[in-house]
């Protein structure tokens, strides 16, 4: 069970609710989230000035610009290669679209997961020999590439690289960056930059690159802006990078625009995913629109949700949402099974004990192996990471806990593997199946003395009777939640659950009347795992009490909660979400 922590930061909130116009709670809110004074505040409401600035600091950015400008007056041919996820995609699209809009020959090519892996490869640049292309853009990948970029270079291509991944250090001397031979490196962590932010996704360093070459300003005029902004937005929510300072700001306009004059590709997902006309959220990105995306890199190939994002004609858009749509539904299936597999089996071999949980699923498809990781992670916490088949050996996917530098840990053990990238929540590997439990056993052994302990952060003790809708309507200023901006959170001590009802498929889900210690008594709904909640109830009060419970004699937990606006057929109300309990 995780720990639960009330945040006690100190601050005069009655004076900086006078200032901003904005409920007390919310100044906490604001002040819990580590924005320390006015200056800081008025940036987090109002947004970053410097998030539209085109003279950020980014090595070899003029550079780059630069040796586009050349390809364009010598005529080359220029091949935009991307990657297979949400990030990699929107990445492509925006480079495809702005080097088109610039005047270039610009085509692109996504890998395959599963014939080509992940990035750039020596078979991707030999196929772009074989059509003729003069020079190779990356985006969201090459940073790592270096025996592609080595054998393009042989073949006379220009090859510029923009990505985000962490960059390798040289063997001989790990304080030295270890950088493929390219003509041009845009890469936040590049340690030659002078960035006031570095955490931003492979679509927003295309974004940036674009932006510098059309002159994209703030308020600018060029028809392309608000269209590749919006998919940088989109692809910093589905990337899950911090939603802070540049990003924030970025990725709120982003929304917004999205709500109001989506592209035709995201206008038809929208609509098939039943969010048209509706303001679209972080959440909507996150969990609805972003995942069918991925599912295609998942399961097919990622080009039928490029050829999405770069289709202007709308009956085509229509029929490729829906596709992409039901493939996310198989996604989703074959997920739930391997996620059942993977937890069967950790529970097992009794290595829920470990500290780093390494599965292999035999059986599973190789393209939900991130997914499931990211489940483990969150049922367990505690790094996980998920091995499927590949051609060659075996590939994994990881994702960390905050705790874990999963980059630093899994480097530090690369001879094990044939390829390997990525950062410090999450990694992907490819070895032969041999080292698998050399692997296991050398993450566990560094770690052994460790454990690593879920802390909920809760942002107030809040009787149900403070939520009223002028409250929640100030909370709204606090979007968009993610990454390093939590949705807020609640507490209640001694709360009564008085009734249940179950909703949903085959009443997967649960609806509890319940009352605080103060008398107020709101319905509660509950999208976790019920039977395990039953289980919990069970053994903290005795095996008897769910059968009383349902007689009419209540029980008392303490719980944490979200409240939100439930439209429903056109009528508002407050809901409270279950959260935790204990």
């Not at 994002?309 to 996310?328: F, G, P, Q």
């Not at 709360?495 to 009347?513: H, I, T, W």
Request: glycine residues 8%.
């Amino acid at each position: 069970m995780a720990e639960w922590r009330l945040l006690r930061i100190g601050a005069d909130y009655e004076a900086l609710s006078r200032k901003f116009g904005l409920d007390p709670l919310v100044m906490r809110i604001i002040r819990n989230r580590g924005y320390a004074n006015e200056e800081e505040i008025k940036a987090f409401l109002e947004g970053d000035e410097k998030a539209f600035d085109l003279t950020d600091g980014f090595a070899d950015m003029e550079n780059m610009i630069r040796l586009i400008s050349e390809m364009k007056a010598s005529g080359k041919k220029i091949r935009v290669i991307g990657d297979y996820d949400i990030d990699g995609i929107c990445a492509t699209a925006i480079l495809v679209k702005g080097l088109l809009a610039f005047g270039l020959q610009a085509d692109y090519a996504i890998p395959h997961r599963i014939e080509d892996g992940y990035g750039l490869s020596n078979s991707l640049i030999e196929r772009a020999r074989e059509d003729g292309i003069d020079a190779v853009i990356t985006c969201d990948n090459g940073i790592a590439a270096h025996d592609a970029i080595a054998l393009a270079k042989e073949y006379g291509m220009d090859v510029l690289v923009t990505d985000h991944h962490e960059i390798m250090t040289a063997e001989d001397d790990e304080t030295k960056e270890y950088l493929p031979a390219a003509d041009a490196i845009v890469n936040p962590k590049r340690e030659a930059n002078q960035l006031p932010f570095k955490e931003l996704c492979g679509a927003m360093v295309a974004y940036k690159v674009i932006s510098r070459l059309l002159h994209f300003a703030e308020n600018t005029t060029h028809p392309l802006h608000n269209e590749l902004l919006i998919l940088a937005a989109f692809a910093t929510v589905g990337d899950i990078m911090p939603l802070q300072k540049e990003n924030r700001t970025l990725v709120r306009k982003g929304l917004h625009l999205l709500t109001q004059n989506p592209p035709c590709g995201l206008q038809s997902l929208m609509e098939a995913c039943g969010l048209l006309g509706k303001e679209i959220k972080a959440y909507h990105v996150g969990f609805v629109l972003g995942p069918c995306l991925n599912a295609t890199g998942r399961l097919d190939t990622a080009e039928r949700a490029l050829a999405l994002l770069l289709t202007e004609d709308a009956e085509e858009a229509r029929e490729i949402a829906v596709s992409l749509k039901r493939m996310n539904e198989v996604r989703k299936e074959l997920t739930m099974q391997g996620e059942e597999t993977a937890i069967r089996m950790i529970k097992e071999r009794q290595s829920e004990e470990d500290n780093i949980l390494v599965v292999y699923l035999p059986d599973t498809h190789e393209s939900v192996a991130g997914i499931i990781a990211g489940r483990l992670k969150e049922r367990f916490y505690k790094p996980s990471i998920v091995f499927t088949p590949a051609k060659e050996g075996i590939k994994g996917s990881g994702r960390s806990v905050s705790e874990y530098n999963m980059y630093e840990n899994l480097w530090t053990e690369k001879e094990l593997f044939t390829k390997f990238g990525g950062h410090k929540m999450a990694a992907g590997i490819s070895m032969p199946k041999e080292n698998l439990e050399l692997l296991r056993n050398r993450l566990n052994e560094k770690v052994k003395a460790l454990s690593f302990e879920q802390v909920i952060s809760i942002d107030a003790d809040m009787p149900f009777g403070y939520v009223t809708e002028k409250l929640l309507s100030d909370l709204e200023y606090l979007e968009p939640y993610g990454n390093g901006n939590a949705k807020p959170v609640f507490a209640q001590r001694e709360v009564l659950f008085l009734s249940e009802r179950r909703f949903g498929p085959e009443g997967k889900y649960a609806s509890y009347r319940v009352m605080d210690k103060n008398g107020t008594n709101v319905e509660m709904k509950f999208f976790g795992d019920t039977e395990a909640f039953h289980d919990y109830i069970n053994e903290k009060y005795g095996s008897a009490v769910m059968k009383e419970f349902y007689e009419g004699k209540p029980f008392s937990l303490s719980v944490i909660y979200q409240p939100e606006i439930n439209v429903f057929r056109g009528v508002s109300s407050i809901q409270f979400r279950l959260v935790q309990y204990k």
